[in-house]
């Protein structure tokens, strides 16, 4: 069963140690995480593909990024949906970060 994805407005950043990775005026959030649309990473090299998926029964197969910012990586710090199931197909490409590793912030 889906869960609910509400649009928002305002301003959002995904940012470690004071590098801005990603910002916003609107995106998608859904169970607590802010889901940036892919034209708001700021810093698109800072990302880097990493082999580590997951399954989500009501969003699909999520595939990951590890984070590198001045010489330093996050391990699998983001994550995305590059083919949502139906019913998080708003969240398409869509960037998450975890609040453990990146700071994000969303007013």
């Known amino acids: 069963m889906g869960k609910s994805i509400t649009p928002r407005t305002g301003h959002a950043t995904a940012r470690i140690n004071g590098t801005v990775i990603a910002e916003a005026t609107s995106w998608r959030e ?39 910012v001045d ?13 949502p199931l139906e019913g998080a197909l708003d969240l398409k490409d869509h960037v998450a970060f975890y609040k453990t590793k990146v700071e994000v912030t969303a007013a």
């Open 30 to 68: 859904t169970e607590g995480n802010v889901y940036f649309p892919p034209e708001s990473i700021v810093s698109k090299n800072a990302l880097r593909g990493s082999d580590l998926s997951t399954w989500c029964p009501w969003k699909g197969d999520a595939s990951y990024y590890t984070v590198e």
């Open 71 to 83: 010489g330093q990586r996050f391990e699998n710090a983001a994550w995305y949906y590059k083919e």
